[in-house]
């Protein structure tokens, strides 16, 4: 979508160009819509469009919507809490590399990739 970011692009478009389960891109299309990074359309002509401008939208902006944000906000052992007064052997580090991780993905734009060129968009598997 961030290839042509005025057109509106189907459902059944966006699941043959990304080939993930339907009912998951489903819901990955609500959940953008409703948070405000994608517009919905209905209608026979409908579909969906990035909904702000391209420089507006980071990755980590499309990681907490969608809810995937495992490895920038979980323990790295997969413990549910943290005990800063008995912190595991790998805390201090593993909370860097998180670190380094949400900056990364908080200052990569869809811009900065769409300049990076239209593959970095589309699937090897084409």
Request: proline content about 2%; hydrophobic content about 40%.
């Amino acid at each position: 979508m961030a290839i042509d970011e005025k057109r509106l692009y189907s459902s059944n478009e966006v699941f043959k160009s990304l080939k993930i389960p339907f009912r998951y891109l489903r819901k990955l299309l609500i959940l953008l819509s409703k948070n405000g990074l994608l517009v919905s359309v209905q209608g026979k002509n409908g579909g969906y469009r990035i909904a702000k401008n391209l420089v507006d939208i980071s990755l980590l902006d499309i990681i907490q919507t969608v809810g995937d944000d495992q490895v920038i906000n979980k323990c790295f052992f997969g413990f549910e809490g943290c005990a800063f007064e008995k912190k595991c052997a790998i805390h201090d580090k593993w909370a860097a590399v998180r670190e380094h991780i949400n900056d990364v993905l908080s200052s990569t734009t869809l811009a900065e990739l769409k300049e990076s060129g239209p593959q970095s968009f589309i699937s090897n598997n084409n």
